[in-house]
């Protein structure tokens, strides 16, 4: 076992809701130590992300906090304002996805936080890039994934523009910040210095999209399409057997051929239409129509045996359910347990990725509201009868361990 | 400007086609210096992603392999051994998302390469864990779509399971590939100790999905359902105008009752059906019918000047055409040009991140197939006649950059 590459980090997580809380999730994962701090009832999707028996911890909140300590802080608070000066001082890394006008209200902006730790790294998370006419426009996810061209790859293979029923740009943002604010970390490593560091939702995911679906206009002045027209294909669906849907991917000649054979149309090899795999593209309708014909006649089961024993590139189409059931996950052990102390046992999921350091995996299930407000407060060097204070002034708060035990 | 912070990092990029060079496009815009290693033919999506004029150059392939070099050399060919193991033992990383036979047959696996370079970092993108049963399947996009349960996100909200028009795992898997090489060069920084680490798809995006859509199932034991319902509701999608579609999101009261009066409904700010949020959850269908059919009846701009200073969350619903001509991204200067010396003019776009270092853009197209192989092998004290030498036994190739002015 080896240290985790971040053990020793402070971050000081001013972030709620999917797109921040996402990001700090793997600087946690990374042995970070995440400060959450929390208002009065706590980040929205303790709620919002599903039910819980307490009602305080929903299965996203669970999945999004693990190995996060939780400081429950009213911000607005006179008294709270020196406590956050101190927390800052010892904070390696402020990440936020507030509004910047409230951020400069708090003293929390760049230039306020900088002034106490000079070589601090902000990440902002914002909506919009913040010298461009949307900077004060509010975003949430479904605004981005319309605004950056997400729904338009649906328009643009079957007419109806649509959203990805998945927070799916608070995802690929909250990695944007990740990996900003670790290439931040090597910037201090080498120089010494801080930085704050801007990132805007709506810019990432245009660039995000574009990278892939720029298409011909990429080449300036061209009049070609947008799009990349192999991927925008509507043929190009997961296909339904008789007893459910299976991915079947064929591309090349021996992939296809195997395919042929497993359908019994073994002529298909050597007729022109379908023998190499230009005729293929050129007869694309017409290969995979006969394709979904001949597999809706018999079991997903039945199809994903030939296709393994003869190399043609497939899987099961997982509904949430099979996938936490497959066997793959399990014989690579991807899924534990993790004892909470107010909802009982958890599933949980391991890191994904393996290292030949074989980091150490952290394990501390996600926090109630203010959970840590005491040792947080006293790892400041806080004397018990100032904590007492603060949370008597109404400060800060947040339930200890035994009251989270009696819900 | 200040330097960026990969400058002096030496990548060996083993990568083809998406997910590789996707990652490899961060290590290369954050100023790390990628050598691309390319076949006789080069990387498939040269062609594979779009069309251009010399056949070369996708608009995909621009995309994701700008600030790279090219070097063309055939691995399999007995004078490129020696010539593989010199750019080994300069490299601090070596990526790849060849298969793990491919990589032992040709000495690149982390045995081979950490005997030459013990401190080097070794990044192997794969399909599935090399622990379990799937070990040895390939995995193509589609299939790890499926399989994940990304394709049942659609199957969950309105019945059928769907790929997602965009290499959506690739580019996602791609980002998490950047985090782990990211914290192992933190680790490298720390310990001066190199690693290996394996990055397989599958388990990524069930990591991926699952953290959102879990649902009950996080529970040990409950026979609760999975999924987020709130964002797995059909309801919630585009709206369709009069001429287009935009985006809109009026969660709070405040927003809701601003639609309101927009729509000439304010007798919904007291109606008990639609007051608060959460009767306006409870009559979901009727909410939404209501608002749906109203904007129906205006133009797009119509909605989004009123939304706009009524503050309502509202934006375009972007085509890509809209999206490259939209006014934030203009005011931002969010596109760039870039001159390709066999495309002509790119339309290339700028780091989507600001930082107040203010890190320098690299801005060199794309490369040609071996563009760069003469430079690469000068840079590893090669003199001219043993370059030549080699180019003559067909163990590196690659055009020049004047035989690429000419196609």
Redesign the interface.
């Known amino acids: 076992m080896?240290q985790l590459?971040?053990k020793g980090i402070k971050v000081l997580d001013l972030t709620s809701v999917i797109v921040g809380p996402v990001a700090t999730r793997?600087l946690a994962d990374?042995g970070a130590d995440v400060i959450k701090v929390e208002p009065e009832g706590g980040d929205l999707i303790r709620t919002?992300?599903?039910?819980?028996?307490s009602g305080r911890f929903s299965?996203?909140y669970?999945?999004?906090n693990r190995n996060k300590r939780s400081l429950g802080i009213d911000l607005k608070h006179p008294e709270a304002q020196a406590l956050m000066r101190d927390l800052i001082a010892q904070s390696d890394i402020v990440i936020t996805n507030m509004r910047h006008n409230a951020l400069v209200k708090l003293g929390l902006d760049?230039a306020s936080v900088s002034a106490i730790r000079p070589d601090v790294i902000h990440c902002s998370i914002v909506g919009?890039?913040q010298?461009?006419?949307?900077a004060g426009?509010?975003?949430?996810d479904?605004?981005?994934?319309?605004?950056?061209?997400?729904?338009?790859?649906?328009?643009?293979?079957e007419g109806t523009?649509?959203?990805?029923?998945?927070?799916?740009t608070d995802?690929?943002v909250g990695?944007?910040a990740?990996?900003?604010v670790?290439?931040?970390?090597?910037?201090r490593?080498?120089t010494g210095?801080g930085?704050?560091?801007?990132?805007?939702m709506?810019?990432?995911m245009?660039?995000?999209?574009?990278?892939?679906?720029?298409?011909?206009?990429?080449?300036?002045?061209s009049d070609?399409p947008?799009?990349?027209?192999?991927?925008?294909n509507p043929l190009?669906?997961?296909i339904r057997t008789s007893d459910g849907?299976?991915?079947v991917?064929a591309?090349t000649d021996k992939q296809a051929f195997a395919l042929f054979d497993a359908i019994d149309r073994p002529d298909m090899k050597t007729d022109p239409r379908f023998s190499s795999v230009s005729a293929r593209l050129k007869n694309i309708d017409l290969y995979l129509s006969t394709r979904d014909a001949a597999l809706a006649r018999q079991t997903s089961a039945h199809w994903l045996e030939i296709f393994?024993r003869t190399?043609v590139?497939?899987?099961?189409?997982?509904?949430?359910?099979s996938?936490?059931a497959?066997?793959?996950?399990s014989?690579?052990e991807?899924f534990d347990?993790l004892d909470h102390p107010v909802?009982?046992?958890?599933?949980d999921?391991r890191l994904?990725?393996?290292?030949?350091?074989n980091w150490e995996k952290p394990s501390v299930p996600a926090p109630d509201i203010g959970q840590d407000t005491d040792q947080v407060l006293r790892d400041l060097g806080y004397p018990d009868n100032r904590i007492a204070a603060l949370r008597q002034a109404g400060a800060v708060f947040g339930r200890n361990a035994e009251e989270s035990h009696n819900g």
């Open positions: 080896s590459p971040l793997w990374y919002l992300g599903g039910v819980s028996s299965p996203k669970l999945n999004f760049y919009f890039d010298r461009g006419p949307y426009k509010p975003a949430y479904t605004i981005v994934q319309g605004a950056s061209g997400f729904a338009d790859t649906f328009a643009r293979m523009p649509r959203y990805v029923p998945l927070t799916i995802h690929i990695f944007i990740v990996q900003m670790l290439l931040a970390l090597l910037h490593r080498m210095e930085q704050s560091i801007e990132v805007p709506f810019e990432n245009a660039d995000f999209i574009l990278s892939e679906h720029m298409g011909q206009k990429v080449f300036t002045g070609g947008t799009g990349d027209l192999r991927i925008l190009t669906q997961p849907y299976i991915c991917s591309n393994d190399d590139p497939a899987m099961p189409c997982h509904t949430f359910e996938l936490m497959d066997d793959q996950l014989a690579v991807f347990t909802e009982g046992r958890l599933t999921m994904p990725n393996r290292t030949s350091k």
